[in-house]
């Protein structure tokens, strides 16, 4: 048997089989299927131990595409001591006129790929932090649901011409006045009590998992980095713990400019010769860091000013990261007011705001300390 370097190993996985391909590290190597297997954590080790076997003298690279499925894969693989790459779909290279597509080609497909270095691993959260980004995804879920059980109760006044005189929705002294209405059909009316418990529910739903979000952060390695951008203008707790949970350890970046890119803030270009054409952002990258960062961007169409709870927010963080968020304030503040006087869309400003606000978060993640990352977490458990 030929000794080899590296033996790629393409993975199409699936909820309950996964495909596999083997490419052996040489030139003019073909890449062949191995088989499917089942997608159990003994399943994969079973895999590995074989292929170690029959390699002993390779080092064996996995790839995967970030799906549905997770990162358990990886945390295995890597726990194992080998090599896991994964990949997002939407920047897996595909040719224009590829027409079939099945799981035995997509397998075959990664481990080329891999081999020719034309993937990007994507950033894969430690498994406490996930935890974390799903308590906040949670949080964010629970608010929608709670703004569309608002829009139908408000679309049922609206269709049967019903003004409510509190001016302030959604108090205490609207909610009684909910529960006084009578409505003049008894169907509407078990339409409306039922509206009205159902946006209770969701109120308490959202307290519960608001309580747990502060509880739960507050043991994070990354609170520090939470607790030290709430200094900014605009960023309260949820916005805050909803930046970091999506994009996690902002020091990977050593420039401002490719955590800009990565989140899709800057703009897309078409040049050729001497013609440069600048369009829309690009939106890669996190949809919801980005949907964030350009509604705290909204907070700097004002003057410069330190509020009362800004300070509040302020006064246990240290000197260094309130210059920085002292200096954002400035600038940002300064330059909104002189994108609108050129006449630029809001929509444009803020995006622009945006940009430049994630740069300054950037700079105050690398003033704060981080804790590591403890061994347990890091590592999973392995089954014998």
């Not at 700097?300 to 210059?323: A, C, F, G, M, W």
């Amino acid at each position: 048997m030929n000794k080899h370097n590296i033996l790629f190993i393409g993975l199409d996985t699936h909820k309950e089989f996964s495909q596999v391909a083997l490419l052996e590290d040489g030139r003019g190597v073909k890449a062949v299927n191995y088989g499917k297997i089942k997608s159990t954590k003994q399943s994969f080790i079973k895999l590995a131990r074989t292929l170690q076997s029959k390699y002993p003298s390779a080092t064996l690279h996995f790839v995967y595409e970030a799906g549905p499925c997770g990162y358990w894969v990886y945390r295995l693989l890597t726990s194992l001591g080998h090599c896991c790459y994964v990949v997002a779909p939407s920047l897996i290279p595909k040719k224009p006129g590829e027409r079939i597509k099945t799981d035995k080609r997509d397998a075959l497909k990664l481990a080329k790929l891999l081999k020719d270095e034309e993937l990007t691993a994507i950033y894969v959260p430690e498994p406490d932090d996930e935890a974390i980004r799903d308590l906040s995804r949670a949080r964010d879920r629970a608010m929608n649901d709670l703004k569309d059980a608002k829009y139908q109760l408000k679309a049922l006044f609206l269709r049967n011409h019903i003004q409510c005189k509190v001016n302030d929705n959604w108090s205490n002294q609207h909610l009684r006045w909910l529960t006084e209405l009578v409505l003049p059909h008894p169907s509407q009316q078990i339409v409306l009590t039922e509206y009205i418990g159902t946006i209770t529910e969701r109120l308490k739903r959202l307290q519960r998992l608001d309580n747990e979000l502060h509880n739960q952060i507050k043991n994070w390695r990354f609170y520090p980095v939470v607790k030290a951008i709430q200094a900014m203008r605009g960023i309260r707790i949820v916005a805050a713990t909803g930046i970091i949970v999506e994009l996690g350890d902002l020091r990977r970046f050593d420039h401002p400019r490719k955590l800009m890119a990565y989140l899709g803030l800057v703009p897309s270009e078409h040049t050729s010769s001497d013609k440069r054409k600048l369009g829309s952002i690009t939106k890669a990258g996190n949809i919801r860091a980005r949907r964030l960062l350009v509604e705290c961007a909204h907070s700097y169409k004002h003057k410069p000013n330190v509020s009362t709870e800004l300070k509040k927010r302020q006064e246990s963080i240290s000197k260094e990261v309130n210059d920085i968020a002292w200096q954002a304030q400035l600038r940002l503040c300064r330059r909104y007011q002189r994108l609108m006087a050129r006449g630029k869309h809001r929509s444009v400003v803020v995006t622009a705001i945006a940009r430049e606000l994630i740069a300054y978060i950037w700079a105050i993640s690398r003033e704060v300390a981080v804790a590591p990352v403890k061994p347990e977490l890091r590592i999973s458990r392995v089954p014998a």
